[in-house]
Every structure is written in C-alpha cells, then in structure tokens.
C-alpha cells in the first residue's frame, strides 16, 4: 500500500532563507515520487519528480528533492526563499512509471509562508 | 500547446440534484484522472481511464459517482442526487505513456447547498 506523510502542515520562513518540507512515504515497490504546487486559487503545478535514475533531483524556481530510499523520504528544499514561493506543497508517490503511472497519492499538504 | 481544460470553472446546486463536470485532457495522452480536493480529506484519487482498458473506480466514495469517457478523450463525471458532503474542488489530469507525470486542470468548484 501506498502512502504519504508530511510532516509539516505549516512552514514559515524569512525571504532569503533556505527552505525545507519534509516527506516521508511508504511503498510496496520501487516508487515514482513527485512535488507539486498548489498556488491560491490556481491548479496544481509540477515542480519535480524521482523516477529511479538521480537520487537528487532539480526542479523548478530552484527548488530540488533527495530520494534517500533507506530513511524512506524526498524532503523538498530550496537554498533562498522567495515571496512568491508561498503556496502550498503536496508531496506525491505513485508505483508505476510511464504508461502505467497509475492513481497518485498525496499527501495531506505543507503551507509555506515567507515573510519579508 | 494546450493543457487539460474542466468545465465549468465553478457550480452551485441544490441538495438532490444531478451535476455533470466535464474534462478535456491533453491531446495525446492517454490516460485520464480525476480527484477531489476538500478541506477534511485533503486530494483524493476517484476514477482512472487507461486508453481502451476497464477503468479503475477503486475511489468512487459511492455509487451515486460515475464517469464516463467517450472517444478515449473527452470525460465526464457525474454525481446524482448531490449531498453537501460532495461539495469539493474536483481535479482532472491526464497523463501520456511516455512520460511520468500527471498534468492537472484548473478544476470545477463545486457548491452544494
């Protein structure tokens, strides 16, 4: 079975300082990991995804993720927060890849907010 | 290119009613998605289409929930005799066979009163 758990409901930051949201999951099989955004009032956003090749991943807007399979978890973070970085972050594990992605399931969402 | 589009953007309805939310995913790909968003569950996975093969309903919450996809493109859920409970924000994606991630729509709000 499959299943995500942020640890963190609310985040807050200064602009300018580094960003961490942490994911933990738990997974029958070899998953495919993502981090989507969800700015307010918009549609959810692809920032990255692990599918089995790097362990460190790059995203978008300077964000990137590490797949550390032995501790079970894809933390999100970013050296330098930006204003227009607060929205709020689902991190994401489904078991298939490609043409057999299958249903996605997210986790319960980190709001970050950054402060001036 | 185009992405995934929903209509409508919002809708209210009465308790009781029958509402039909339409999803028109990205040319090409394959597969289509939906889920709900709602405060107290937070996304949820619904329904699956995967090209020609059965669907995967494994999420419908009841069977008062069914969706449809016709063509292999264009899909509609639809939810007869609306509870409260329903109201949500509900998610389209879709998805191609070669790549890995599901793109999203901008989703239906739904207000049921």
């Known amino acids: 079975a499959q299943s995500v758990t942020q640890l963190d409901s609310h985040v807050s930051v200064s602009e300018g300082t580094p960003v961490l949201l942490r994911c933990n999951y738990s997974s029958s099989y070899s998953p495919s990991l993502f981090w989507y955004v969800q700015h307010p009032n918009k549609g959810l956003q692809l920032l990255l995804k692990?599918?089995?090749?790097?362990?460190l991943v790059k995203g978008i807007n300077g964000f990137e993720a590490e797949f550390k399979k032995s501790e079970t978890s894809f933390h999100l973070t970013k050296p330098s927060a930006h204003m227009s970085d607060a929205a709020e972050y689902f991190c994401v594990v489904s078991e298939g890849r490609g043409s057999t992605l299958g249903r996605l399931y997210f986790g319960r969402g980190t709001q970050l907010t950054v402060w001036p | 290119g185009a992405g995934v589009s929903q209509s409508p953007s919002n809708k209210v309805t009465e308790k009781g009613k029958d509402v039909e939310l339409r999803c028109d995913p990205i040319s090409g790909h394959t597969a289509l998605y939906w889920y709900r968003q709602s405060l107290g569950q937070g996304l949820e996975f619904l329904i699956y289409?995967?090209?020609?093969?059965?669907?995967?309903k494994s999420g419908l919450p009841s069977d008062r929930f069914s969706a449809e996809r016709t063509g292999g493109s264009v899909s509609t859920l639809t939810i007869q005799r609306t509870q409260q409970e329903d109201s949500a924000v509900y998610l389209c994606?879709?998805?191609?066979?070669?790549?890995?991630?599901?793109?999203f729509g901008p989703g239906t709000r739904l207000t049921v009163t």
């Open positions: 692990y599918t089995s090749a790097a362990t």
């Open positions: 994606a879709s998805s191609s066979p070669y790549g890995y991630e599901q793109y």
């Open positions: 289409f995967q090209g020609n093969s059965a669907p995967d």
